[in-house]
């Protein structure tokens, strides 16, 4: 649990900082193309081309230091991404016996949340990886969640926040006997 709250939470503050830093660009942008008071000394721009050229010059000013931080953000990114490339389970389809069990464990029902953390109630028909495969899940029986087919569209590729992951839990103690272990997610190590 620990490792997947770490990884949903990096990803999460990646994306916020990437969001941050475009405003910060657009903010950026629109005040240097905002009109200025007239300067005091020296001759104003005469020609069009002095207008666009101090345009420009302002602009790419106030854009160097935020691009350049759009740039690591990027390289940090592609990092991640690359990690989680490496880590892919080489097998993506779940068993049969992992889908007989993992079907039976969730007694036919979507073991995902319809709404306000309450299990959905419509049958399950696929068999999910919680931690997605594309982001380094493995295709494991502890990784298998029952999914009615509208929960798997919705969920997507997207990983799980550490709540979602809590409330499954706790839900799996509802429905499991209390010798079956009730954790669920797990990640590929690197090789």
């Known amino acids: 649990m620990q490792e997947l ?3 949903y939470w990096t990803r999460m503050g990646l994306r916020l900082a990437y969001s941050a830093v475009m ?12 009109p200025k008071a007239a300067p005091v000394a020296g001759p104003a721009p005469t020609t069009p ?8 010059d302002g602009v790419v000013a106030v854009a160097v230091l935020p691009g350049l931080v759009i740039v690591v953000l990027g390289i940090v990114a592609a990092v991640v991404t690359a ?6 389970d080489p097998v993506r389809r779940f068993t049969r016996q992992q889908r007989r069990e993992g079907m039976s464990r969730a007694g036919g029902l979507c073991e995902l949340e319809s709404g306000f ?4 109630a419509r049958p399950a028909e696929h068999g999910d990886h919680f ?3 594309s982001k380094g899940g493995s295709t494991s029986l502890q990784n298998f969640v029952a999914a009615c087919a509208r ?13 979602q992951q809590r409330r499954l839990e706790r839900r799996r103690r509802d429905y499991l ?5 009730v954790s669920v997610g797990e990640r590929q190590p690197l090789p």
């Open 151 to 163: 929960c798997n569209r919705s969920k997507r590729a997207g990983i799980p926040s550490p709540a």
């Open 131 to 133: 931690y997605p495969w």
């Open 177 to 181: 006997p209390s010798s079956s272990s």
């Open 83 to 88: 990690g989680d490339v490496r880590r892919r």
């Open 117 to 120: 953390g309450r299990r959905c």
């Open 5 to 7: 709250s770490r990884i």
């Open 23 to 34: 405003l910060w660009l657009a903010f950026s942008v629109m005040t240097a193309l905002m």
């Open 49 to 56: 081309a002095e207008v666009l050229r101090g345009l420009v």
